[in-house]
């Protein structure tokens, strides 16, 4: 039995290792998303569609 926790405890290292990879990996992809994201807002993009819906809907009810 002592051999047995002996394999597990060496092994671990290895295993969690390769975990850590793939936690940094998909951590660094969350970064980039919340970036462009963030990226995007401060364009005023979303300003500019308000405005056009906005004069879109006051020159609709102007037409009726």
Do not use: E
Not at 11 to 27: H, Q, V
Not at 33 to 42: A, D, K, M, N
């Amino acid at each position: 039995m002592s051999k047995l926790l002996t394999v597990i405890a060496l092994s671990a290292p290895l295993f969690a290792t390769g975990c850590n990879g793939a936690l940094w990996g998909n951590i660094a992809v969350l970064g980039i998303t919340v970036g462009i994201f963030y990226g995007t807002l401060s364009l005023g993009r979303a300003q500019d569609a308000a405005r056009s819906t906005a004069d879109g809907a006051s020159s609709t009810a102007g037409r009726s």
